[in-house]
């Protein structure tokens, strides 16, 4: 019996690791060269505490595989158990790359090694990386043969747009925190720019999750939908999907309704009740990712045909 404690430990790994790919990515794709150096400095410092939680949280989900494995709580057996999973299994593997991955982000993130944009294509191709080894840890890695990399791709795939969304939603809210407090027009402009942004690859992000999603589900579950209904896992993945569409609901409503509206209020200059419930939709659709985060935390540890 899996210990119940690993689903707060993989909440934890999903969410860091997607914020260690996903806030540079913001970056890169939202963020010009005359982005506010406070909002900048606090990305690069959230990106760097996301790394460092991703490399504790990994250790923690290291042990407590270990000591399930090893049936025991006896430290020395754990680590033994510990030590054959890092040097004999592909989970020790990509457990080891992603650390290491996962210290460089703190570094390049932290350290000001080089140009500004040269850190940040950095922080998001290593970030990528570091995201995508939990293909490895979870049924990603279920499928043999010819199947074997079309499963991995695909959780790969879905990892990664993921990554793109949680990011992308934490830095908008950090954007818009800094707009409804702000003096001047500046992070309210920046907001409206980068969300009206993500409009565009959000439709990418949804496309790419609806089709590796249910490549996934096709390769552990198979073409059936009554199990959908009649197992836990298709229940929890159920309510998954109905989280995913109220999410979807919300996106359409930023994108239609409030970031418009936001960009009108900016040419009259009163902002404040735009920028307000353009924040309290983003507040609210990242509370409903970070959902779908604790219920994949629960469904990667459960027998799908259970
Ligand atoms: C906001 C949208 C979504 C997010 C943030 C999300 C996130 C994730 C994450 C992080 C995983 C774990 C991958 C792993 O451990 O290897 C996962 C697995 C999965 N997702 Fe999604 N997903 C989303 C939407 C969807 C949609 C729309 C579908 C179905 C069409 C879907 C189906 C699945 C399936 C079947 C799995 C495998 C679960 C397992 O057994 O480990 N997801 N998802």
Redesign the pocket.
Known sequence: MLDPWLIPVRLAL?AALALGFGLPAFMLHALGNDADAAITRRLFRLTAVAAVVGIVASGFALWMMARDMASSSDPGATWDTARVLLMETAVGTTWVIRVVLLALVAGIATLRVAPERVRIAALAAIGAVALAT??W????AMSEGDMAWLHLGA?II??LA?GV??GTLVALVLIAREASIAADTFPAQLLSRAAGGFARLGSVVVAA??VS??I??LL?VGPSVSELVDTLYGRI?LA??AV?TG?LALAAANRFRLAPALEFALQTGNTLRAVAALKRSLWLETAL?FG??VL?AG??MLD?GA
């Open positions: 999903y939990l293909a840890a979870g049924h990603g959780d879905h990892l993921a969304w949680v999750l609806l999603g249910t996934n589900y552990i993945l998954k999907l995913f999410m990712i779908v985060l994949v469904l990667g799908p």
